[in-house]
């Protein structure tokens, strides 16, 4: 069974930096691309950012510049630094993966950047 467990989320000024760690089991981690996505109050789910199995990534633009992503195939880890933190990077970051047709969600982590 898949399962992704979100942490490091939390309470941050307005140009401050927080790292959310994603932890997978229940996959062969290497082999699979994995993303993050974050849901603000009012607003759908969006992708911020994802990496694939053999390490390429992709941003949305607006967090190009302030937000990497990264992997630790050992530890089977997916990371979002995310830097010069703005009050709109507010919302719910969820991991997510997919594997075998269907899309698996952790429960998320609440990020709160305050003004």
């Known amino acids: 069974q898949v399962h992704l467990v979100e942490s490091g989320g939390g309470l941050v000024q307005a140009g401050g930096s927080l790292r959310l760690s994603c932890t997978a089991s229940?996959?062969?981690?290497?082999?699979?691309?994995m993303a993050w996505h974050r849901q603000a109050p009012g607003k759908q789910r969006e992708l911020v950012a994802n990496i694939s199995s053999g390490g390429s990534t992709n941003y949305a633009d607006i967090v190009k510049g302030r937000f990497s992503i990264s992997r630790d195939n050992v530890w089977n880890r997916v990371y979002l630094q995310m830097n010069t933190l703005e009050p709109e990077d507010t919302a719910v970051y969820y991991c997510?993966?997919?594997?075998?047709?269907?899309?698996?969600w952790g429960r998320g982590t609440q990020v709160t950047v305050s003004s």
């Open positions: 997510k993966t997919h594997h075998r047709g269907f899309d698996y």
């Open positions: 229940g996959i062969n981690f290497r082999l699979y691309t």
